[in-house]
């Protein structure tokens, strides 16, 4: 894992386009830092803009219990309701 | 890899990328020309074109699972080559298999026996080469109306590429099945990472395993498999969606029970009834739903983009049509909105599986000029002209409808 850590800063000094970290910039409102530290663990922050703008507020509950039930997300209650709540303002319908 | 390596891993990663990394806009190229027309707005938003060590650059929908998509203007040959070949996974632990260490242990209560095979094994039993389309159950899901939630493909989730390995029937007659067994269980390297995700676990039919087509594939297009296509093997099972060709496949398991675990049920799963499908998936059907199986029969014009300019007069349109392996018999075009039809001319063939090119002169004339395609296969399946909705977006094949501008 290092020598991979090693390796991709190498290419980041390289400026070459081998280098293919996905950078997200999600709309910067209240919780985002807990869309960013939790979802963010797992998974690219990319499944929410690419997720959007057609789901309503049942859609993105339904998502977000998916990812702690389905998934095993070990995301706890405060921080589930301030997820939801900023991926229904700033990505849903 | 345990949650906490794996934070500190990315941790460290986000640090340094805070620090060196290039802007993204100052050199990465937006993937928003290259993307399906009709996908969720937001994809164009952040997608790049991206290019993955061994590939060209390809539609970068998420970096981590990667899942990247093929752009149409690279469906212009009948092989898609490795370089150019979609994407996709579904979570982000994915190990670089050591050829040294790998093994595919093959076990089971429905075993008489097990085994543990090198990457030399699977070389040295005899091969089969066998062309055949690998396309995810969710391409085109971002083309569904209204559009459900799941990595948003548009007509780029798929690829023919000539596969070479051992049937999977020989792995299987090495251990001996026994006549309890139902299911043949499929797992791969890659894994999740939390351990409480579920691990991408699948399985097939007993009879689907045995099919003479079924193999293992230890080479794509007489090439080793790319990492991202499942080094060093993979399961290939022609005519059946993408979710069933485990890629780095570690363990094949005989089954006497219906295999469980999210990625059998709910996922995976189309409404009984809705779509006009043979191959059943008997042992995991419920009232409700039934495991997705094979393609549906499908066209793509891949010649050119939806609105591209022409000189009026003559046009020669191209593209590929497919299915779950009972073969195309015709592929017809529409330059009246679908009140008449012609056959396009059909190209070589390279086996029921793989794709099947297709070409058409047109007469453009000035202005807008609509153009839409159907392909009917060997047992007289049709595409459809309104989708069959369902909730994860899977088997969509309404006839495409495009404008050229002359």
Redesign the interface.
Known sequence: ?QKF?IA??VA??A?T????????KLKQAPGVDKVEGNC?????L??????????DAA?WD??VSKMIK?????IDDSDAKAITDYLKKN?GT | MDSLSRRNFLGTAAGAAGILIIPPSARAQSADPMLTPGVPGGVATYANMATLPGKKPLIQLSDRPPNYESPLEYFRTTITPNEEFFVRYHLADIPDVNVADYRLKIDGEGATNSVELTLDDLKKMPHVDIVAVNQCSGSRRGLSTPHVPGVQWGFGAMGCARWTGPKLKDILEKVGIKKECIEIGLNGADGPVFDKTPDFIKSIPLWRAIHESTIIAVEMNGQPLPHFNGFPARLIVPGWTGTYWMKHLIHIEALTKPQGGFWMKPAYRIPVGEFPVRDRFITQEDATSTPITEIVVNSLITSHRDGAKVQAGKVTISGLAWDGGYGIRTVQISTDGGSTWSAAKLGKDFGDYAFRPWSFDLHAKRGKNSVMVSATNMIGQTQTSKLLFNGAGYNNNVMQSITLNA
């Open positions: 894992m850590a991709f800063v980041l000094l400026g386009a081998s280098a293919e970290e996905q950078v997200i963010g663990a797992c998974h690219s990319a499944y929410i803009p690419m997720n959007s703008v057609y789901l859609g339904a998502e389905a998934f095993g997300a070990p990505y």
